[in-house]
């Protein structure tokens, strides 16, 4: 195959259902890129021979009833975010995109993610109802990654990796940042579209360091983590904390997911406007609101919302106007921070109409 000539896409499934949905992807030409550039699509069945991601090993991995059960493979990708948010409606719920490398990957706040040979980068679908859930969801993935890697450890008789997870959507080992989450929406015909992207350093020393070379330090083990049992490993948890998440609620994941977070009793600074001036007070985290912001509590022992401020560790607190307003034309939701609170965008072609309760802060639209 050659990857420099058009985008390549490989197909497979875990099923003969999946295989069949692989298969009239294909001959349908079926999947786009966002600037429409060529795409060359193949089964797995075709490749005569894998040149890196091992799709037999992860399908082999993976025991779930709806995640990553269709797959698509590329040696090079501008991101694979873009091809499952541009073909979600062309895709089942749980379809996974996966690249060896991707050159145009992006995290929060339109920030790049750098993307070598080595780290793990997929996307995935999901299609959820209530809004009012889905800001929660990208602490439901960052939960499952971090105990994934720990199934992994704990199954192979590893040393135990501690990620941490620094809200909203960073992973930490050994204080250095090496993962992050980035979840993005678009609502349509009353349903929220969701793809999750996660990018995690497993084989990358640079740019940071990733779970191999923090593994050789703590073990004489020739043992490699694999990016094909990591995905795996993380759809086999995520389906789980993902049905518990819908039928019990994000309280019943919060006890485990504030044992792997850093920020249970920080002190933090926090910013508030006061008329013309800026006022720095410091407060300390107790967890999270309902909306999936930061809950703290000021030495006043008065209780506050914390909303970062870009990619800074200073946060501000101005509690939202609430309105409701009539939405008509194209919504898209960027789930920046935290997650799934966004700017109004005619960018997508999905035609809503419906009542929405929204946020104006700092002269922006926000969904809530």
């Known amino acids: 195959m050659d990857s420099n000539s058009s985008c390549v896409l490989v197909l497979s499934g875990k099923s003969l259902a999946e295989n069949e949905i692989a298969e009239s992807l294909k001959s349908n030409s079926t999947l786009k890129l966002p600037d429409n550039s060529e795409v060359s699509i193949h089964l797995q069945s075709e490749i005569v021979k894998q040149e890196s991601f091992d799709v037999e090993l992860f399908m082999n991995s993976l025991a779930t009833n709806r995640f990553g059960r269709l797959l698509i493979w590329s040696p090079r990708l501008p991101s694979t975010h873009d091809v499952v948010s541009h073909n979600f409606c062309e895709l089942p719920v749980g379809a996974v995109c996966v690249a060896d490398v991707q050159f145009k990957g992006r995290g929060r706040s339109k920030n790049a993610w750098e993307s070598p040979k080595g780290c793990l980068m997929f996307s995935f679908t999901i299609q959820m109802e209530d809004g009012r859930v889905v800001p929660l969801l990208q602490y439901v993935a960052s939960l499952a990654l971090t105990e994934a890697i720990k199934d992994v450890c704990s199954r192979d008789g590893l040393p135990c990796l501690d990620i941490k997870i620094k809200w909203p959507n960073d992973l930490y080992l050994n204080g250095i940042k090496v993962g992050g989450i980035l979840c993005t929406s678009t609502y349509r015909t009353k349903k929220f579209n969701v793809s999750i992207g996660i990018g995690l350093n497993v084989n990358n020393e640079e740019p940071t360091t990733c779970l191999n070379a923090v593994l050789r330090k703590l073990s004489d083990s020739t043992y490699q983590f694999q990016r094909e049992d990591v995905i795996a490993a993380f759809f086999n948890k995520f389906e789980t904390f993902y049905d518990t998440f819908i039928n019990q609620g994000f309280q019943s994941l919060e006890e485990l997911y504030y044992k792997t977070w850093l920020h249970s009793g920080q002190r ?3 910013q ?97």
């Open 272 to 368: 508030e406007k006061n008329e013309d001036q800026v006022v720095e007070n410091v407060v300390t985290i107790q967890g999270l609101t309902s909306s999936g912001y930061l809950l703290a509590m000021g030495d006043d022992n008065q209780m506050c919302e914390l909303h970062p401020d870009g990619n800074r560790s200073t946060y501000k607190v101005s509690p939202p106007i609430a309105i409701c307003i009539e939405v008509s034309g194209s919504l898209h939701v960027e789930n920046s921070v935290p997650c799934c609170f966004g700017v109004w965008t005619s960018e997508r072609k999905c035609n809503v109409t419906a009542s929405c309760i929204v946020t104006i802060e700092r002269s922006q639209l926000l969904f809530c």
């Open 268 to 270: 933090v600074i926090i």
